[in-house]
């Protein structure tokens, strides 16, 4: 059975930095995408950032210049670097992992941005 176990999430002042992990354990099927989506109060889940086999990214134009995603296909990990943090970066953050042939979602980790 294939786990998402994510950790780096916690309470940071405004300009402060985090870094996300995300690491499957489990047999898994070759990872296609991996990508974080953040869910902030009363709104709705959005994708923050997904990287490819390839190493091509995307990133959700509020968080670029700021966050940086990466991956070890080794580990079968997932990190997202965010630096300059703001107020409004505060969400649940949740990693999801495509395969060929199904997903994978992580539990979700809470990151609040606040002095």
């Known amino acids: 059975q294939v786990q998402l176990v994510e950790s780096g999430g916690g309470l940071v002042q405004p300009g402060g930095s985090l870094r996300l992990s995300c690491a499957a354990s489990?047999?898994?099927?070759?990872?296609?995408?991996m990508r974080w989506y953040r869910q902030a109060p009363g709104k709705e889940r959005s994708l923050v950032a997904s990287?490819?086999?390839?190493?091509?990214?995307y990133y959700v134009d509020s968080v670029k210049g700021r966050f940086t995603i990466s991956r070890d296909n080794d580990k079968k990990t997932v990190y997202l670097q965010m630096n300059s943090l703001k107020p409004e970066d505060t969400a649940v953050y949740s990693c999801?992992?495509?395969?060929?042939?199904?997903?994978?979602w992580g539990q979700g980790t809470q990151v609040t941005v606040s002095s």
């Open positions: 999801n992992f495509i395969t060929s042939t199904t997903y994978y």
């Open positions: 489990g047999s898994i099927r070759t990872i296609n995408a």
């Open positions: 990287i490819a086999t390839n190493g091509v990214t």
